[in-house]
């Protein structure tokens, strides 16, 4: 599996649309992840409009690859879930599955956090008119990379962070 290892944030894209059978491989992707009692307690917001995605750059000041991107996707967290403690890590497990596809794909994805309570929360519920029974809990700007080598190892394995059978 080197698509593990290969993946990177990449913000820098070609004007290049992204074809709808890849985009929907990116959203499958994405809802193959594991979840807390099966729950699934994610919807995702795709947009490829190029002015909306102008705005949804405002969100936050590390935003500022949106307007190059050729799609942004809001990852949505759904309230009132059986496993209400669990759909942070649902939503992250489903997050990290479309960024390894996206680079699988070819395509180059950054992954933006919204955070609880905060004014991109507020931004976004407001920009997109969110119900009440859905919290955006992340933003990802995908593309194709600008530098066909933007998805490339690094290795980052550092031992003196793996402990055995205790601290």
């Known amino acids: 599996m080197d698509i593990i290892f290969n993946r990177r944030s990449v913000r820098k894209y ?11 491989r990116l959203m499958r992707a994405a809802m193959q992840a594991p979840s807390a009692t099966n729950q699934q307690p994610w919807e995702f917001i795709v947009i490829d409009d190029k002015e909306t995605l102008a705005r949804l ?4 000041p590390y935003a500022k690859m949106l307007p190059g991107a050729a799609l942004g996707v809001i990852v949505l967290e759904k309230q009132g879930m059986r496993a ?4 942070e890590q649902d939503l992250g497990a489903a997050t990290q599955n479309l960024l390894l596809q996206a680079a699988y ?3 180059g994805a950054v992954w933006m956090g919204v955070g609880r309570g905060t004014e991109r929360e507020t931004f976004l519920t407001e920009m997109f008119s969110l119900p009440e029974s859905v919290k955006p809990f992340a933003v990802i700007a995908i593309g194709y990379p600008e530098d066909e080598n933007a998805n490339k190892f690094v290795d980052r394995y550092d031992a003196e962070r793996v402990h055995y059978n205790k601290y």
């Open 14 to 24: 070609t004007d290049k649309k992204i074809e709808a059978d890849k985009v929907e």
């Open 57 to 60: 750059a405002q969100f936050s």
């Open 84 to 87: 209400p403690l669990f759909t």
């Open 105 to 107: 794909e070819g395509l």
